[in-house]
């Protein structure tokens, strides 16, 4: 299976439907659940407002400012040792 930082590339690079539809169908299940709490009426809108803002979002999306997972950690690091020594 293709992790999704892949396919946001790919349809940003190269405008590739394919994977723009890929990404639609994996957040798919979490759309549905959300229209749940939503009123019958509203939900075809939402439906459709909600897949727009995905496809704007993985056009939009900067992968290059992702943090890796050591990354992280070394922040995540950093960030409590300085509320330890702002506690003292």
């Known amino acids: 299976m293709t992790r999704l930082i892949d396919l946001t ?3 940003q690079e190269h405008n590739d439907i394919d994977s723009l539809e890929i990404v639609l169908r994996l957040f798919e299940p979490k759309i549905r ?3 749940k709490q939503t009123s019958p009426q509203e939900q075809v809108d ?3 407002e909600l897949r727009i803002r995905i496809i ?3 056009r939009q999306y900067d992968y290059s ?5 050591w990354e992280f950690a070394d922040i995540l ?3 409590h040792s300085l509320e330890y ?3 003292k």
Do not use: C, H, M, P
Not at 65 to 69: E, I, P, V
């Open 9 to 11: 590339k790919k349809v």
């Open 65 to 69: 400012s992702t943090y890796g997972f």
């Open 46 to 48: 939402l439906y459709q």
């Open 56 to 58: 704007e979002i993985v």
């Open 33 to 35: 659940a959300s229209l």
């Open 85 to 87: 020594a702002e506690s």
């Open 77 to 79: 690091k950093e960030q």
